[in-house]
């Protein structure tokens, strides 16, 4: 089993935390939760193939890889890749992908990195966009119910 974490650089560098950060943080996990669906499907995908295809710019080629992947899982069109990516490789470590994705369903768009390695992966929302704003909490629930609808297999409600 994938181990996951959010990468929110406030809690690296010590920073004080604000609300907002708390949100992001709770919606990193919540995504990330979501993502690791189909994090076996994109593990079948040769991780040499993955850093010719950065190597090269072939996002195109990487697109239809990834969001075949993640069709698996989500309904078309709602995990989509953002056409940037990045890998570290060195001889000391094993490989690290870093994929920019955006997620689109239900009136909210988030923008996040994926980063994965062979022991873990991570996601950080670099940010969110919902057709009708409100408050920060009512905003989170929103972006929750859209992840789950885009579920093609949707998770049981929990029980208060």
């Known amino acids: ?6 990468l929110n650089t406030s809690t690296i560098s010590g920073d004080k935390k604000t609300k907002k950060d708390y949100i992001t943080e709770i919606r ?3 995504l990330a939760k979501q ?6 499907e994109l593990r079948l995908i040769d991780v040499g193939d993955f850093i010719s295809c950065i190597h090269t710019e072939r996002f195109h080629h990487l697109s239809e890889l990834i969001e075949s992947a993640a ?6 069109n709602t995990m989509l890749f953002a056409q940037n ?3 570290e490789l060195d001889w000391d ?6 994929l920019h994705m955006k997620f689109s369903n239900d009136g909210v768009q988030a923008f996040f990195q994926l980063t994965m390695s062979a022991e873990q992966f991570g996601v950080e929302i670099d940010h969110c966009i919902f057709d009708n704003p409100a408050d920060e909490e009512t ?4 972006f929750m119910n859209a992840l789950n609808n885009a579920r093609i297999q949707k998770q049981r409600p ?3």
């Open 1 to 6: 089993m994938s181990q996951y974490k959010t």
């Open 35 to 40: 993502v690791a669906q189909f994090i076996p």
């Open 93 to 98: 470590t094993t490989p690290n992908i870093l």
């Open 85 to 87: 990516a990045s890998y």
């Open 71 to 76: 069709e698996l899982r989500f309904y078309p």
């Open 28 to 30: 990193e996990m919540v």
């Open 139 to 142: 905003n989170t629930s929103t």
């Open 158 to 160: 929990l029980a208060h």
